[in-house]
């Protein structure tokens, strides 16, 4: 029988992850399945650092790849959240750890008597989080016993990485998968628009079954299947990137979180790899010209950028991710403003949903992926909005974002605003795989001031016994949470030692 034929145009991490992934199903579930990456080395990458979500670190574990060895070889370094900087006011900061102190205890998705808990009593949400306890102490997810390794907590972190140096891990690691350095020239199909085969810049031609497009904002497989661009400029208000770096100084401590530093026209982010930090100012070029957002960035810092590149960017998805037998994935599939990491995510969440259909698919799997693809992307763009809701009217973007923002956002505030998110407030989504949910949506509210106080107090008035529950896991929690921070390594420490370990 003859093997089917799985292409892969385009690689970088959203590649390789296919690539890795569609091969892992392959050899699990003994199918005659061949993978074909077509990637060209003519075409460069930003680089800026790429934060990811915990199911990165997950993927990892399903792939049987070793978190230390992509550690000591990618120079990456730990995140347990994100850190936003003068959003809701000039001088307030709040952190948005990505743990969930209710699962730890047994309580996920049943109820979140913990938020209650610290709103009612006037403390951050993230207080009970272990992640919020090994932000605060800028500590490794790792202490050191006598044989090996042990971690802090139950809990998956994410990480920080230079993407072009994640893709070539992930690249390494692949067995067993063809590689072609080159570019796709023509696309050629059949009667009923499936592409049948791929003309290269080479001359040379590669045939297959499906077909997946990994090309970024080139969209160079889907743009020619018929699916259209959704914009999301109604809803996100930024258009323009400016990505540059920064140097780390040596000794100084390494913070295992991702900051996003609101400013007058937007925000930078600031990723920190184990030899620099991965920046770059998010903006809106209807209030803001590029000379003047990179003035404004250097008189911030206090110094000059260089900035590497400087980036025209229309937020939205595709209509439909996958059409005939084409699948877009990464940026070819969608891009929001890198707030909350959704790119990466977003990458392996689909190809989990893929790979569950994809030894037989039909129409009706390929319009629930599509539904689901869109459904995902869409959640994320509303959440990614929640973050403008900010007291700040200090320039004229920001008096203006006050007055622009949608029903969706505002009619979940207004819904909020008498009580804490239930974890019935959010759908499940497909197969259960991670979506925006309490856990995220609890610390970006608390932290923008809100939620009230008053109604937390008065729902744990009326419901003693889960206040006494609260209670009591609080402060067990606080104690082993401070406890458990205390005994792990600090952070750069710990990189600094995997580094000098012989190579994994």
Known sequence: MMPRRFVIVGGGTAGWLAALMISHEAKRGNLNWDVTVIESSRLGTIGVGEGTTAVFRQMLQRLGLDEMAFLQQTGATIKYGI??????????????????????????????????YAVAHGQSAGKLHLFQHLIDAGRAPYALGPKGYVPAGPF???????????????????????????????????????????????????????????????????????????????????????????????????????????????????????????????????????????????????????????????????DASWRGNCVALGLASSFLE????????????????????????SPRARDAFNAAAARQVDDFRDFIRLHYVSQRRDSAFWRDVATSHPSAVTDKIAAWAGRVPRPSDFTPFAMGLPHVGHELTVPVLDGLGLLSQTAAQDYLAANPKARSMAREISAVLTADYRRAAAQCLPHRAFLTQLQQEPAL
């Open 83 to 116: 850190r936003h900087r003068d959003w809701r006011s000039l001088g307030h900061s709040y952190d948005g750890p990505i743990d969930d102190p209710h699962q730890g205890v047994g309580l996920g998705g049943k109820d979140n008597i913990l938020d209650d």
């Open 156 to 318: 998956h972190h994410a990480f920080h990485f230079d993407q072009a140096l994640a893709g070539q891990f992930l690249r390494r690691n692949a067995k067993d998968i063809k590689l072609i350095d080159d570019e796709v020239d023509t696309l050629l199909q059949d009667e009923d628009g499936n592409i049948t085969t791929l003309q290269l810049a080479s001359g040379q031609h590669v045939n297959g079954d499906f077909f997946i497009d990994c090309t970024g904002f080139r969209r160079r497989l889907i743009g020619q299947m018929g699916s259209t661009w959704v914009s999301y400029a109604n809803v996100l208000p930024l258009n323009r990137a400016m990505p540059f770096w920064l140097d780390i100084p040596e000794g100084r401590e390494i913070a295992p979180v991702t900051t996003a530093w609101a400013q007058k026209n937007g925000w930078i982010w600031m990723i920190p790899t184990q030899g620099r930090m991965g920046c770059g100012y998010v903006y809106s070029d209807a209030h803001t010209s590029v000379d003047a957002a990179k003035a404004e960035i250097e008189a911030v810092l206090g110094h000059e950028i260089h900035p590497r590149n400087d980036i025209k960017i229309d937020a939205g998805r595709l």
């Open 338 to 361: 890198p707030l909350e990491a959704t790119s990466i995510h977003g990458t392996i969440v689909q190809l989990t949903l893929l790979l569950s259909v994809l030894a037989q698919p």
